[in-house]
């Protein structure tokens, strides 16, 4: 399967901006079941200096500056992605309890660092015994991990209107409502409170419109899930609670991290200004 994917961010300030730094993660990661065909990050102004690294998650990063003044400011990332991912066949998987173990003792900092709550995940007497609900003792990690994304997408609503990046996952856990970034930090929260290691997962989805009716240009949007260590042989294993799936082939993989703050897609400070208005067009199309 493949992918043309185009997000465009427009900022329009009341101000001219004198100078501003960004910090970009737009461009797609190497994962073993893509390839990237092409990319390309147009910004406008263009910016007076630009580097791009490998963040500490190993997410392709761009440190931007525009140093002219404007108030007018437009990303434009275009990508085109190969998918290779094969359905899953998971039969089996040894019990929760053993995988805890098994990371605690990992020397490595593929799995340690993903054991720790983050700011936007933080473990709670409440979110601990959500979690344990699914997690009974000796339960296969997999079976009860398939458990807990299935409660998450049964008993909560999706409501765009309920939640902003701010709304902590205590108070989506009590409201039982919000976006596909509270569910994937909700159910991370659950599984770090367990000490299972558990990394969030920024990409897009393709989104398929009403039987009869026509796709609206830049209507899809970025799209959030997770993804747990499931033990040696398994491996990392992506799961989504928005939709109640294992991520297949329309699931396209940006950046990894702890929480939505270390891949926000566009972050950064800026000198003047004023206040702002955003907005942004996202477009998912298959490549026949």
């Not at 185009?6 to 079941?33: E, F």
């Not at 392709?60 to 066949?89: G, M, R, Y």
């Not at 173990?101 to 020397?107: D, E, F, P």
């Not at 009590?174 to 970034?181: N, S």
Request: with cysteine; hydrophobic share 40%; glycine share 4%.
């Amino acid at each position: 399967m493949k992918y043309q994917i185009d997000h465009k961010t427009i900022y329009n300030y009341i101000a001219p901006v004198v100078q501003s730094h960004h910090i970009l993660h737009l461009s797609p990661r190497v994962v073993p079941h893509q390839n990237i065909l092409s990319h390309t990050l147009i910004i406008d102004p263009a910016p007076a200096s630009r580097i791009d690294f490998v963040d500490y998650n190993q997410n392709p990063t761009a440190n931007v500056t525009i140093e002219q003044d404007h108030s007018n400011l437009q990303f434009h990332a275009q990508s085109q992605i190969e998918i290779l991912l094969t359905p899953p066949e998971i039969t089996q998987s040894p019990p929760w309890e053993e995988v805890v173990n098994i990371a605690a003792q990992s020397k490595g900092l593929e799995l340690l660092p993903y054991s720790c709550w983050s700011l936007l995940t933080p473990p709670s007497a409440e979110i601990l015994e959500y979690a344990k609900i699914s997690f009974t003792p000796k339960r296969p990690i997999h079976e009860a991990a398939l458990d807990l994304t299935a409660r998450i997408f049964t008993e909560f609503t999706f409501d765009n209107s309920a939640t902003d990046v701010s709304t902590p996952i205590s108070k989506v856990l009590k409201m039982k409502r919000g976006v596909c970034q509270d569910f994937a930090h909700l159910q991370i929260a659950c599984l770090r409170a367990l000490r299972l290691p558990t990394k969030y997962v920024s990409g897009y989805l393709l989104t398929h419109p009403p039987e009869g009716m026509q796709k609206l240009a830049g209507s899809d949007a970025s799209h959030a899930w997770l993804s747990v260590w499931c033990g040696n042989d398994l491996g990392w294993v992506d799961l989504d609670p928005t939709n109640n799936m294992i991520p297949y082939n329309e699931h396209i993989t940006f950046a990894y991290g702890m929480d939505y703050d270390d891949v926000s897609p566009i972050s950064g400070v800026l000198i003047g200004g004023g206040s702002q208005t955003v907005t942004v067009a996202v477009d998912v199309a298959q490549i026949q």
